[in-house]
Nanobody
Framework: QVQLVESGGGLVQAGGSLRLSCAGS????????MGWFRQALGKEREFVAAISWSGSITYYGDSVKGRFTISRDNAKNMVFLQMNSLKPEDTAVYYC??????????????????WGQGTLVTVSS
């Protein structure tokens, strides 16, 4: 089973940008749909974005549409989340996720196979 390690979190001012990265451990990485979730302190986990194994299909949560972009590089076993126009309400721990089915990531997170350990993003006002 693939293992996931996120990086790229940090402190940024409102209106700024960050790029999160998620590295997968296995050569089977390219067979997984990938996604990002986030969880703010005291709040429930929230779907952020998902991408199919080929990169041809993407989904975004309503709160990030038009600001965030998910992409992947299967040759490097990497998935990315480019976050622009950041807002204080984007502050959260961001988790990378992998599953054989993109619809699990999009709609059934309790069924998602693999999770990363998370990386903290803090957006100051």
């Amino acid at each position: 089973q693939v293992q996931l390690v996120e990086s790229g979190g940090g402190l940024v001012q409102a209106g700024g940008s960050l790029r999160l990265s998620c590295a997968g451990s296995e050569r089977t990485f390219s067979t997984y749909a990938m996604g990002w979730f986030r969880q703010a302190l005291g709040k429930e986990r929230e779907f952020v974005a998902a991408i199919s194994w080929s990169g041809s299909i993407t989904y975004y949560g309503d709160s990030v549409k038009g600001r965030f972009t998910i992409s992947r590089d299967n040759a490097k076993n990497m998935v990315f989340l480019q976050m622009n126009s950041l807002k204080p309400e984007d502050t959260a721990v961001y988790y990378c996720a992998a599953d054989g089915r993109i619809l699990n990531i999009r709609s059934r997170p309790s069924d998602v196979e693999v999770w990363g350990q998370g990386t903290l993003v803090t957006v100051s006002s």
